[in-house]
């Protein structure tokens, strides 16, 4: 599954190239990632004529700004009021969610190039782009945002911290960590209290800090809290400048179609059997919890 770092790399190239494009045509299956839409509101076309005036992440979904009018938004990202009421009336602005879910990829094609299969969402731009997403195992979800106006958008306020935006809000969310009783692992995959974070990530970050991933979020001490807060943020962002992480089905590409390249630099994730890079301890695997879980048991004492 994308994780932050694919889904920041895909975030970024979308601003990168497309910006200010305006939206001609838009094409849309009846695949069940549209299960969150009102397929009534389709009928009318309401992506049609629109312009790209914001592209923001959260997490792990990806909100594109559409309005009538071609005035780039410029928002907040380190909080999850995206959109200010004054600068666009709520009724010229629309909001489709993207969450890519197991397999799902936004790629941008040129005029002439080939529809991959499993293509669900298409919308032709005056660019001459192509910006399509496609599933093959349909997990992903696309829809229109709600709430949209001085207060957060309704879809992200379950969620919890972003690792990339404030980082005050990031140690709040490791606070509440520390004062569970729950596996540290889990809890990093808990998306209300640090969103973002799935299992290749959860394994960096907990090898790179030093923490076994079944260590109960109370018994870690002030600094380890500390600690891991700042190493989930440097882990995060080494892996978005390395534009993300392509495991051996390659399934995850950029929006360009290219693989990510911080694979090559897991010191734990799908590592089992392999030496320890720090210390040359096998890296172990073992399920919790429906999960696979790989750490080096020199380096991630359970202590």
């Not at 907040?76 to 004054?86: M, P, W």
């Not at 076994?212 to 870690?220: A, D, M, N, S, Y």
């Not at 879980?293 to 380096?299: A, G, K, R, V």
């Amino acid at each position: 599954m994308p994780e932050l770092p694919e889904v920041e790399t895909v975030r970024s190239d979308l601003q990168g190239k497309l910006l200010g494009d305006q939206i001609l045509s838009s094409q849309f299956s009846s695949s069940r990632v549209f299960r969150d839409l009102d397929r009534a509101l389709l009928n009318g076309h309401p992506l049609n004529g629109r312009y790209i005036v914001g592209i923001f992440r959260w997490g792990k979904f990806i909100f594109i700004a559409l309005s009538s009018v071609p005035t780039v938004l410029q928002p907040s990202t380190t909080r999850r009021t995206f959109i200010n009421e004054g600068e666009m009336g709520k009724d010229n602005l629309v909001i489709l969610v993207v969450h890519l879910g197991m397999s799902g990829q936004l790629l941008l094609l040129g005029d002439g190039d080939r529809l991959p299969p499993h293509t669900h969402l298409e919308l032709a731009l005056a660019s001459e782009w192509r910006l399509i997403f496609c599933d093959p195992r349909t997990f992903g979800r696309v829809f229109f945002a709600s709430g949209i106006g001085s207060g957060p958008i309704k879809e992200l306020q379950h969620l919890g911290a972003d690792p990339l935006a404030s980082f005050s809000d990031l140690q709040l969310g490791f606070e509440a960590i520390s004062d569970s009783r729950a596996e540290i692992k889990a809890q990093l995959l808990d998306q209300r209290k640090v969103c973002g974070i799935g299992n290749i990530y959860a394994d960096e970050i907990l090898i790179r800090s030093g923490i076994h991933p079944r260590r109960r979020g109370v018994t870690l001490k002030e600094d380890e809290i500390s600690y891991l807060a700042e190493t989930t943020r440097e882990t995060l962002l080494e892996a978005v400048k390395l534009r993300g992480s392509s495991l051996r089905d390659q399934r995850y590409r950029d929006l360009f179609g290219e693989i990510g390249q911080f694979q090559n630099f897991h010191l734990a994730y799908q590592r089992d059997g392999q030496p320890c890079k720090m210390c040359g301890c096998e890296i172990v695997k073992e399920k919790f919890q429906g999960r696979h879980s790989h750490f080096c048991p020199t380096c991630q004492p359970l202590c």
